[in-house]
């Protein structure tokens, strides 16, 4: 599928963020566009991904027609195993995640503040059939990426001074990555700074979209 604009579409988002991943890492990907980066793992890197609905070691998603509807991941999509899958309940799962023995989470996000604050679990007003383990991964993983559209189906920015939504964690977002381009908070930087640009797009486009005080030298 092509882009009728700019940017990266959904699944060269979640190729960038594929990079991020080194060997040895265990991963955990949110629901929405961070579940395709399980198709994207770069060839050598070897990482364990792990569900909180009980489950270490999960493959790529199952081709038409060999899909086993009782192995789904965390977001209920239907999923593979791999000769080093586990399963177990989901206490364990979050005691993983609790003990910050995950080494990255990757997440969808409706709003990303400034200041690392992440608010991706509801919206006032609208009924959510719970808020899953996303408060447990900012808490608990060593880092954490929100990978998300730059902007809203209205066109107005999601990464904000402040997040306008209940929060689903502070300050606790190292990297940003959506359609436009790749924005990280490294060492000791309070600030997120622009890393890189997705191709055709300009830091004036992203000036126009953000409402958060991003560093663009």
């Known amino acids: 599928m092509t882009r009728d604009r700019n940017g990266w579409d959904r699944n060269q988002m979640a190729a960038r963020a594929a990079k991020e991943l080194q060997d040895g890492f265990y991963v955990n990907l949110g629901i929405g566009i961070p579940t395709l980066v399980a198709n994207h793992i770069p060839d050598g890197v ?9 489950m270490l070691g999960m493959g790529p998603f ?3 027609g060999e899909e086993d509807a009782d192995l789904i991941n965390a977001g209920k999509q239907t999923i593979t195993t791999l000769p080093k899958s586990s399963f177990f309940d989901s206490a364990t799962s979050f005691s993983m995640i609790r003990g910050g023995h995950i080494d990255l989470s990757i997440l969808g996000a409706m709003e990303v503040a400034e200041n690392g604050d992440i ?3 509801m919206i006032p007003g609208k009924m ?10 900012v808490a608990g ?12 189906k209205r066109g107005e ?4 001074k402040s997040c306008t939504l209940p929060l689903t964690g502070q300050n606790c977002i190292d990297m940003v990555i959506t359609d436009l381009g790749v924005f990280a908070r490294e060492g000791d ?12 797009v300009t830091v004036d486009e992203i000036k126009s979209k953000t409402e958060a005080d991003v560093v663009y030298s």
């Open 46 to 54: 070897d990482v364990t991904l792990q569900s909180e609905n009980g």
């Open 62 to 64: 199952p081709f038409a």
């Open 157 to 160: 920015p999601k990464f904000l």
């Open 128 to 137: 959510v059939k719970g808020m899953g383990g996303a408060m447990d991964l």
């Open 119 to 121: 608010a991706n679990w």
């Open 189 to 200: 930087q309070k600030r997120f700074r622009l890393k890189e640009l997705a191709p055709g």
């Open 141 to 152: 993983v060593k880092r954490c990426i929100a990978l998300f559209d730059h902007t809203n």
